[in-house]
């Protein structure tokens, strides 16, 4: 079900997956208002929900975990990291390789930081089907915000998931990925050429501070956009720097052909 929730544009909405028949796991219920928490429940029609599963902590995909314990008594899974950031308790901590039962079949927990720290997909027990969280998404780019946005651990997060060569895709927005290997190649190569392209905005200028490039790298973007893609920037050069390609000193990068 997609579900309104606080997300970010082009998204309204995030998917919660129902995995099973009668008895289900529900993933990510995102509502926070109370008439979608309860579009939500009476989405069920008659099934029972066995565990609540978020695949990371952010807040268009946690806010109606709550609600829906409530309405169900179900317990809420996520990884440590995860339960670490939430405002609510977790009642079960799962992490890389734990197994959720369904009456559809089983499903693995795999870790996938990147995006987030904590962020775990769950792949179906014939392995053709990935719930994918915020690893992809069926509209848009994924978002990627420094100290949890960390461009490495999400290009190898991805490249992970592709080796596993999966049929399709579950994204918590937007519709299934089908099939799934080249929309998994097109992240790959869309991260590697924005950061080609933040590069050279940097070589241009000499030097800069993140939000300085957004005008250069997203030049159609709103301006109440350029905060969020500063962040993206950040990230980039976080990642450019750690390669040693740029230098920083505090909030400012530079070329190595420009100053500090």
């Not at 309104?4 to 028949?21: I, K, Q, R």
């Not at 197994?99 to 987030?116: E, I, S």
Request: glycine share 10%.
């Amino acid at each position: 079900m997609a579900v309104p929730s606080p997300t970010l544009p082009p998204a309204t909405t995030t998917n919660c997956w129902l995995l099973g028949h009668a008895a289900v796991v529900a993933v990510d219920p995102a509502g926070v208002a109370p008439q979608d928490q309860a579009g939500l429940v009476a989405a069920l029609d008659g099934r029972s929900v066995q565990a609540i599963f978020l695949t990371h902590h952010h807040g268009d995909h946690v806010g109606g975990a709550r609600d829906l314990q409530s309405q169900t008594g179900a317990p809420i899974l996520a990884h440590p990291h995860t339960a670490a950031k939430v405002q609510f308790p977790v009642d079960r901590l799962i992490d890389e390789g734990d197994v959720l039962q369904t009456d559809a079949g089983c499903w693995t927990a795999l870790l996938t930081p990147g995006h987030a720290r904590g962020h775990l997909c769950l792949r179906s027990e014939d392995g053709d089907t990935i719930v994918a969280g915020d690893m992809l998404a069926g509209e848009g780019t994924i978002v990627l915000d420094p100290p949890e946005g960390d461009l490495a651990a999400y290009l190898s997060s991805l490249a992970r998931l592709a080796a596993l060569e999966p049929s399709r895709l579950l994204p918590s927005h937007g519709a299934v990925i089908e099939p799934a290997l080249p929309m998994l190649e097109h992240y790959v190569a869309h991260r590697h050429a924005r950061t080609r392209q933040i590069r050279l905005a940097l070589e241009a200028c000499g030097s800069a501070r993140p939000l300085e490039l957004v005008a250069a790298v997203y030049p159609d973007l709103p301006l109440a956009f350029h905060p969020v893609a500063g962040r993206q920037v950040l990230c980039h050069l976080l990642w450019l720097a750690d390669q040693g390609a740029v230098g920083s000193s505090g909030d400012t990068f530079f070329s190595h052909g420009g100053a500090a």
